[in-house]
């Protein structure tokens, strides 16, 4: 088998070369355009409507669209990164995505700049599991492994913020369309040096699984579609019995039913099982569901807080996210030079603790909090137990995997990611907005009149307050899925490695016991 850090074809240099130095950069970059594209919108979205003349209701697709093809296709472009070489797939995914934002940031009309962030998303899928994989096969296994880890989880943690940050001040100073621009010089450097940096994977021998492509893809697309507009609405209106909702929801359990059925019986499987039969990975993309759940539910609504009841600009809300973004930057790297000594459950379990926490703290807030007295407390809090998280998950979700299965397994850790924004959005949207609208009424019935300014702040204090409670109980869950599925597998130094533990040891001088 070759070796991948050999600079063989354009391949990286051996250990401690400053080339992996550059394709960690590389890496890294890509991920955090295509992350912070899921959020980078939103603060421009008020300017995109008067602009581009969108519906109210069509206005949604901007980010929808995206999240849709984004999180469809990411087991589609996992597996195409492990069969047909994985620095292929990652440069086509940049070409695309950078097409993709030159076009939307030209459109003239609402159908052309959502038929832009669909392939923006197409590009996302095909980049976002072959940076993870190309981590996992270009640095060696240990200390630079965890390190290039730590760097890449923090910028996967804080990219939904960064975005925010960014659209904000992209929106006020230059134009709308800029916070698509900006990805191309990104998208095209990396695409142009990636080839002489990046090692390219083997291609794997076999066939394409096609019905498991379609089932897979379409369950997950239908999934993404369904939750996305599936939240009661700002007026108080539950969608979740619209025929749309409905008919999509229906299919994405049949689609997800045929395509576990499927995969248990394909010889050469889109997603193989044995993938998920390892507790401690299961265990990463269940925590990874429900963080996400929880994480996009809290930057949603703490941004309508910002500029709703605190009347925030769009800018001022961006930069609000500043001390999240920072926060779990540091906590990333901090945990990536001791996970090595603690491994990944120790960690994990007390940044659980910390984010429910954290979570906790954002339900007390009121119609009086201030951004000091309500939210950066919160923020802070929330974002070290973020960062605490990231680094082990990611080296849990990806640990122990063959290289041939290294773009399935990151795959995952981003599906559970985008499918978990949509149902913490349609959650916490539907428990958030229902709140809202009931206060409201209550509020008219008792005066005779139309709510004030002060009824309405007091009345979406209310909902955003019963949403982060929501956004709590998930991150309960998620602790309860790290404490009960993540294993440790402790051995010493100088005993070999027992079968069943996960590819990246976690080894403590006089610790005798291992566990799988």
Known sequence: MTDNTAPIDGQASPTGSPRLGLALVLIVMAQLMVVLDATIVMTALPRIQRALTFSGSGLQWVVTGYAITFGGLLLLGGRAGDLFGRRRIFVSGLLVFSAASVAGGLAQSAGMLIAMRAVQGVGGAMIAPTALALITTTFPEGTQRNRAMGVYAAMSGSGAAIGLISGGLLTTYVSWRWVLFVNVPIGLI????????????????????????????????????????????????????????????????????????????????????????????????????????????????MTLFLQNVLAYSPIQSGLAFLPFAATTIVMSEI??????????????????????????????????????????????????????????????????????????????????????????????????????????????????????????????????????????????????????????????????????????????????????
């Open 190 to 301: 990396t695409a142009a040096l990636a080839p002489r940096v990046l090692p390219e994977s083997p291609r794997n021998p076999g066939r394409f699984d096609l019905p498991g492509a379609i089932t897979g893809t379409g369950g997950v697309a239908a999934l993404v579609y369904g939750l996305s507009n599936a939240a009661t609405d700002q007026h108080g209106v539950s969608h979740w019995g619209d025929v749309g909702v409905v008919i999509s929801l229906v299919a994405a359990v049949v689609l997800l039913a045929l395509f576990v059925v499927i995969e248990r019986r394909s010889a050469q499987p889109l997603l193989p099982m044995r993938i998920l039969a390892h507790s401690t990975r299961a265990g990463a993309y269940l925590t990874m569901l429900c963080l996400a759940t929880a994480m996009f539910g809290i930057f949603f609504f």
């Open 335 to 516: 945990v990536s030079r001791i996970v090595a000594r603690l491994g990944p459950r120790t960690l994990m379990v007390a940044g659980g603790v910390i984010t429910a926490g954290g979570t906790l703290w954002f339900s007390m807030v009121t119609e009086h909090s201030t951004y000091l007295s309500g939210l950066l407390g919160p923020v802070v809090v929330t974002a070290t137990g973020f960062g605490l998280i990231f680094v082990p998950l990611t080296i849990a979700g990806t640990s122990g995997v063959s290289p041939a299965d290294a773009g399935v397994a990151a795959s995952l850790i981003n599906t559970g990611q985008q499918v978990g924004g949509a149902i913490g959005l349609a959650a916490l949207g539907t428990v958030v907005w229902t709140v809202v609208s009931n206060n409201l009424k209550v509020q008219a019935a008792a005066t005779g009149q139309p709510p004030s300014a002060a009824m309405l702040n007091q009345a979406l204090a209310d909902g955003f307050g019963r949403g982060f409670l929501i956004a709590f109980g998930i991150a309960v869950l998620a602790l309860a899925a790290t404490a009960t599925l993540i294993r440790p597998c402790w051995v010493r130094p100088d005993q070999p490695v027992p079968v069943g533990c996960p590819g990246t040891h976690w080894r403590r001088p006089r610790l005798a016991r291992a566990t799988s």
